[in-house]
């Protein structure tokens, strides 16, 4: 039998949570024929054993390093014929039916290169699932605020949809997407290690003349957090990683102006915020341990600006670090 769907799921040391992610795969996806990419990013956990043992019908390709999230797509995808894929994180679980009703609404819609359900948080509340594009309005202005004032440009999770909604992006943490489409625009740019590649595709599917849909009626639990750090360092390597996927995306996407004025301003609202956490800090004495935190990522991300944004800092640098 011809297959549907690919499913492409990366992993870096997230052992449980993959487990129950491809359970829950299993068990809900029933009305389509689909194979299982898992690309594992040189874990250490035994993840690999255990797919190995208990799901030995997944397609394994095992990395000797972390390679970031867009490059180990791409070599899941490079080798896929079906016509749609099913990027999923490993920091999730299906309900009935999601995955089916995303694909029939591909099917319905060829004009349509992408769609994600709404991403729901362990208690149920809703996550965000889309967003804009960075741009000047977004980056330095109050986001709620853009919301508010112009609902139809900056749509609001906190809007309860009824119906399929057109949006700038959707969040990759289990989106389907059309392969004739993603093949056009020439699968992700690698140069995000971590970041905003969701926001990059979804700019050049639209540029190439491709629509992306957020499905409210279609629900999926996104626990977040599956392979991020708990150390203050690592948190504030994630943010300049951040950073640095932000003003590639400028570079790239938007005009020199607009790149430049981004540039200047980010690393002044910084200094403002870490003048500001620093205040909060010495007025409960030091014993704050989130401002603690704070106060550290934003002295380490004003540093990183300070020093010309090197690419030895963040969590790519140290990545390149721990592999050479």
């Given amino acids: 039998m011809k297959k549907e769907l690919s499913v492409v799921i990366i992993n870096w040391n997230t052992r449980g949570l993959l487990k129950d992610c491809l359970e829950s795969l299993y068990k809900t996806v029933n009305d389509l024929s689909f194979d299982v990419y898992v690309v594992d990013n040189g874990s250490t956990d035994g993840s690999v054993e255990m797919v190995e043992k208990e799901f030995p019908g997944?397609?394994?390709t095992r990395n000797k390093e972390n390679r970031g999230f867009t490059m180990a797509n791409n070599q899941a995808l490079r080798g896929v014929h079906t016509p749609y894929v099913f990027l999923l994180n490993t920091d999730t679980v299906l309900l009935d039916k999601t995955v089916e009703g995303a694909v029939s609404f591909l099917n319905a819609h060829p004009d349509v290169a992408i769609v994600a359900?709404?991403?729901l948080n362990r208690d149920g509340s809703k996550q965000n699932t889309f967003d804009n594009f960075p741009s000047l309005p977004t980056e330095l202005l109050n986001k709620s605020?853009?919301?508010?004032?112009?609902?139809?440009?900056y749509p609001s999770?906190?809007?309860?949809?009824?119906?399929?909604?057109?949006?700038?992006?959707?969040?990759?943490a289990g989106a389907v997407l059309r392969q004739d489409a993603f093949r056009q625009i020439g699968f992700f740019d690698e140069d995000y290690f971590a970041y905003l590649e969701d926001s990059d595709?979804?700019?050049?599917?639209?540029?190439a003349?491709?629509?992306?849909?957020?499905?409210?009626?279609?629900?999926m639990y996104h626990f977040g957090g599956g392979t991020k750090d708990k150390s203050a360092t690592d948190r504030a390597n994630s943010v300049i990683e951040y950073y640095r996927s932000l003003y590639k995306f400028f570079r790239k996407n938007r005009s020199t102006v607009?790149?430049?004025?981004?540039?200047?301003?980010?690393?002044?609202?910084?200094?403002?915020?870490?003048?500001?956490?620093?205040?909060?800090?010495?007025?409960?004495?030091?014993?704050?341990?989130?401002?603690?935190s704070r106060v550290y990522a934003y002295r380490k991300v004003l540093e990183w600006h300070l020093r010309g944004c090197p690419s030895h800092m963040g969590v790519k640098g140290r990545r390149a670090e721990h592999i050479s």
């Fill in 58 to 60: 997944v397609r394994l």
């Fill in 117 to 119: 359900p709404q991403f």
């Fill in 145 to 153: 605020l853009l919301r508010l004032c112009f609902p139809g440009r």
């Fill in 157 to 172: 999770k906190r809007v309860d949809y009824k119906e399929p909604l057109e949006v700038e992006s959707v969040l990759f």
């Fill in 201 to 207: 595709t979804c700019f050049r599917l639209k540029k």
């Fill in 209 to 219: 003349g491709w629509k992306c849909f957020y499905l409210p009626h279609l629900r």
């Fill in 258 to 292: 607009e790149y430049v004025i981004v540039k200047l301003i980010k690393p002044l609202r910084l200094a403002v915020s870490l003048a500001l956490s620093v205040t909060g800090l010495v007025l409960t004495l030091f014993l704050h341990k989130g401002l603690r």
